[in-house]
């Protein structure tokens, strides 16, 4: 199964969901694919740049195993962390007005569940 998950929530206590059921879903097999959206873009900048946050060792495992598929360019832009992402080698989405799409995933078989 492929399962995209879309974050749109800046709150971390949100955003630890997202990455826990990434982790699940690729430790059973699944390609998983966890999209920054909207307020949650803001964390991939904070929680790079400020290790101390509880949350900072699960977002370098979430790179490090590749889940972290892409970043909303425009929310990026927006929220400050655009020079963060690319300083990550983050991938950006922009393929609809500034912002990644649902319709990339739907039309190959992806699973798209928004947090």
Known sequence: MKVALFAFNGDP???VHVLLNAFDLQDK???VAVVMEGAATKLV????EDESQAL???W????????IALVCKACANKMGALESAQAQGL???ADMAGH?????YLEN???VITF
């Open 13 to 15: 206590m949100c955003f």
């Open 29 to 31: 097999g699944h390609e």
């Open 45 to 48: 900048k904070d929680l790079h």
């Open 56 to 58: 900072a060792p699960m």
């Open 60 to 67: 370098k495992k979430a790179k490090e195993a590749g889940v």
């Open 91 to 93: 991938a950006l989405g």
């Open 100 to 104: 990644p799409s649902f319709s990339q």
């Open 109 to 111: 078989d992806w699973k």
